[in-house]
T-cell receptor
Framework: DAKTTQPTSMDCAEGRAANLPCNHS???????VYWYRQIHSQGPQYIIH???NNETNEMASLIITEDRKSSTLILPHATLRDTAVYYC??????????FGTGTSLTVIP | GAVVSQHPSWVICKSGTSVKIECRSL??????MFWYRQFPKQSLMLMAT?????????EQGVEKDKFLINHASLTLSTLTVTSAHPEDSSFYIC???????????FGPGTRLLVL
């Protein structure tokens, strides 16, 4: 079963930062936080992952709280192409992914 | 890098026939592959995990005799839906990872329609 909870949907204005929250209060010490997104009728696309520290790459930033019970994915300048379902997953490396319902992000022009 | 392909991208078949879906890692050795199923407006559901050279491990409720998984090489896994029925119509997605990697990469998916 999925160990994460996310809001069902969010809107974001184009050009603004999109902040997507995720709760994972039962996360274990060796579990990573992964973020993927799925654009309609495609396979999920990897965005970013982290264990304890905040992470940043060319796509997004991941902020993990100190107690690791929640995290936020930040898309710094949302574009229309960022409209997708965003999934937050916790898992150990090499282990199975159990997807929750995700957050449907709509970027509005 | 880390590209995963699937073939075919979509398939239509008659009820009672078998359908084989291929999942390939194009630029890495996939020591572990995963198969998922996604129904319309739902999330991905893990079906099974396969390690190269070993029998697949199926999730609870997934019939291993109906969904045959073969992972005979480090770049190829196949999912065969045997005696397909209309309720098997779905979007089938694979993912793959190399030993030592922290994450897995997904294929583009295969849409199956059983008439």
């Amino acid at each position: 079963d999925a160990k994460t909870t996310q809001p069902t949907s969010m809107d974001c204005a184009e050009g603004r930062a999109a902040n997507l929250p995720c709760n994972h209060s039962t996360i274990s010490g060796n579990e990573y936080v992964y973020w993927y997104r799925q654009i309609h009728s495609q396979g999920p696309q990897y965005i970013i992952h982290g264990l304890k520290n905040n992470e940043t790459n060319e796509m997004a930033s991941l902020i993990i709280t100190e107690d690791r019970k929640s995290s936020t994915l930040i898309l710094p300048h949302a574009t229309l192409r960022d409209t997708a379902v965003y999934y937050c997953i916790v898992s150990t490396t090499g282990n199975q992914f159990y997807f929750g319902t995700g957050t449907s992000l709509t970027v509005i022009p | 890098g880390a590209v995963v392909s699937q073939h075919p991208s979509w398939v239509i078949c008659k009820s009672g026939t078998s359908v084989k879906i291929e999942c390939r890692s194009l630029d890495f050795q996939a020591t572990t592959m995963f198969w998922y199923r996604q129904f319309p407006k739902q999330s991905l559901m893990l079906m099974a995990t396969s390690n190269e050279g070993s029998k697949a491990t199926y999730e609870q409720g997934v019939e291993k005799d109906k969904f045959l998984i073969n992972h005979a090489s480090l770049t190829l896994s196949t999912l065969t839906v045997t005696s397909a029925h209309p309720e098997d119509s779905s979007f089938y997605i694979c993912s793959a990872k190399e030993q030592g990697w922290e994450t897995q990469y997904f294929g583009p998916g295969t849409r199956l329609l059983v008439l």
